[in-house]
């Protein structure tokens, strides 16, 4: 099935007291997956603003990484320039288990790139922000079309 609108989404699905359990989601083109993983609240309001400045300056790479690449549950998204023009992308890493008794070889992985825009990536900073702050919500990050 092609996704026509790629997009990017990290929604709050629990408040566990230090953690928040997030489902992110990932469609783009003929490629759709998620993760569940755990988050912690400080990290996210950290990493939110810290993205949203990024997008100023558009130097180095930016990550932002929740869970753990363990097979529990992973998503890392590295935000970067693809070339000298200052065009964006968000490369897009997921792992999860495919069963609560997973050995190493079943958990399941995803590893894609999506163009974006800089105003798109700052609109889900600030999404992500006021969704860590409250503790529940959803934050959007909004692709464009690989097709030419």
């Not at 759709?32 to 130097?59: H, N």
């Not at 495919?98 to 894609?112: G, P």
Request: with cysteine; hydrophobic share 40%; aromatic share 8%.
């Amino acid at each position: 099935m092609k996704h026509e609108n790629p997009f990017l989404s990290l929604q709050i699905v629990n408040d566990d007291d230090d953690l928040l359990y997030i489902q992110s989601h990932l469609a783009l083109d003929d490629w759709a997956g998620r993760a569940l993983v755990y988050g912690s609240a400080s990290a996210i309001q950290k990493d939110a603003p810290a993205l949203a400045e990024w997008i100023k300056s558009l130097d180095a790479p930016f990550t932002l990484e929740l869970g753990a690449d363990t097979g529990i549950g992973w998503a890392c998204l590295r935000f970067y320039t693809t070339d000298k023009s200052r065009h964006v992308a968000c490369h897009v890493q997921f792992a999860t288990m495919s069963s609560n008794d997973a050995r190493e070889e079943e958990t399941w992985r995803l590893s894609v790139e999506m163009k974006t825009e800089p105003g798109l990536i700052e609109q889900f900073a600030r999404e992500l922000a006021l969704a860590g702050e409250n503790r529940r919500g959803e934050a959007v990050l909004l692709g464009v079309s690989n097709q030419l």
